[in-house]
């Protein structure tokens, strides 16, 4: 692992490094930022997926996150959200391939040698994150961001007990029904549709749910309503009784000041469960 | 005027405007951030000013100002740091043209047709403001970062009146005595170094100072600090009994991860001059 960069951010280190991946055969780049309160021991962590076009960058400086986890004692994750390089299949589209992992270890060619983002995010990461770094993985949370989102809400259904609560900022919630989703699988996992609902969150949510708070905030002036469709993660989570609050934030859209607006809740919502006896 | 964008960001908006410069010959473009309080009425202003490089963007989507002027009823206005566009003259290095005004109105070729950052920010964009959104014109303080820095503080100490209060990121501080300055300076102003004082931070506070509070910070890790010169600042606000506050900050360096890890301290005070009395 190499040190890119190390800032000091609200007391604390909002780093960035690099590491060999064997789950993306490739040089794979994360941001964390580590509260001061690490100093004195291991904290907890929240983990923050990002969505379409994003590296690990985007939120790191515009999501307004350290202040919030740096009150909280809380160390950022900042993935990025996909393989990258010269050898790493891509699209021209902005939607699939470099930046458009959607989160899924791809099953098809040219994406399966390299585009295996859950194995890199449920196993390769939390390993080197837990070994190289003051982190208390027993203590873990995850949120994201529109594709981030829907991430955030599939691995934390799929991987019972690892995170003690999950929320989203306008996530995809439900891929396989739209053009966000559809064309991806399809590219990824391939034709037959059995394989994609294993990384659907409302279908998901309709089968297992998640063992913990979840908290979603969708903006009712987003521009991608259409794609993300909202109403059916809603419907799933009140049919399944999950406990958790689903809000629709009256004029906000899809773009980042969205995001830091409702970043403190988030946070504190995280803060809450991960400190939870 | 042109409306670019407009944002939900919390509870007001955050707005980009284009609109025709007459002190600068061009189209000039700023970022507007409206508290909810701006709907019930005009509120107080504080105008950020960015470093060199910057736009009218980065610090309206880095330096998370805008949760804590929301929370103190406070607009916030982004301009640019320089005229733009394919008419304008540029260099191809980074700190001379193009990005790089330093707040000044040069009289030189070929900078004199188009760089006049000074009327435009004391004269001919506050009246736009104050004509087209509900903001209190009497009541306006001023900040910046870097280039910006030494911009706020050179039209805070030469406008008397117009800001109750002026503060500063890692500003430029003595801009006659370093290479952030003295090429600019020939370039803008000429090669008589008599022009040069009325644009110095540190002179200017030597010779008037400023008629209300002053904070200023710079990280003590600040890659640019020979550049900067904060000790000829300090000294100068000292020697004058200045009300102010000069603080280093242990291991901060020049990003905006040291701008938004005290953005609340400034704001917060501003707030307090901005509602003095």
Not at 19 to 40: I, N, R, V, W, Y
Not at 68 to 86: C, M, N
Request: proline share 5%; net charge negative.
């Amino acid at each position: 692992m190499e040190t890119v960069s190390q800032n000091a951010c609200f007391g604390g280190t909002q780093g960035v490094y690099t590491h060999k991946s064997d789950a993306c055969g490739c040089d794979m780049t994360f941001g964390l930022f580590l509260p001061e309160d690490a100093q004195d021991g291991p904290v907890p962590v929240l983990w923050y997926l990002s969505g379409l076009t994003c590296t690990h960058e985007n939120a790191m400086v515009k999501a307004g996150a350290q202040g919030w986890a740096a009150e909280q004692g809380i160390a950022l994750v900042f993935p990025d959200t996909s393989p990258r390089g010269d050898d790493v299949a891509n699209d021209d589209a902005y939607d699939l391939g470099q930046g458009a992992g959607f989160y899924v270890n791809a099953t098809q060619e040219p994406w399966a040698p390299h585009f295996r983002m859950w194995d890199y995010l449920a196993d390769e990461l939390p390993a080197l994150l837990g070994r190289e770094f003051a982190l208390d993985m027993d203590r873990q949370a995850i949120t994201g961001h529109s594709m981030g989102g829907h991430g955030a809400l599939t691995l934390a259904m799929s991987l019972p007990g690892r995170f003690r609560s999950v929320s989203a900022f306008s996530p995809i919630c439900n891929p396989t029904g739209g053009d966000w989703g559809r064309k991806q699988f399809a590219a990824y996992l391939g034709a037959d549709e059995a394989a994609w609902a294993a990384h659907d969150a409302s279908l998901l949510m309709g089968e297992r749910g998640f063992d913990g708070p979840v908290l979603v905030d969708t903006g009712t002036s987003d521009q991608f309503l259409e794609l993300l469709r909202p109403e059916t993660l809603a419907a799933a989570m009140a049919a399944r009784r999950q406990e958790g609050t689903f809000r629709m934030q009256k004029g906000y859209d899809h773009s980042y000041f969205f995001i830091s607006t409702f970043m403190e809740d988030h946070v504190t919502f995280h803060a809450e469960a991960l400190y939870a006896e």
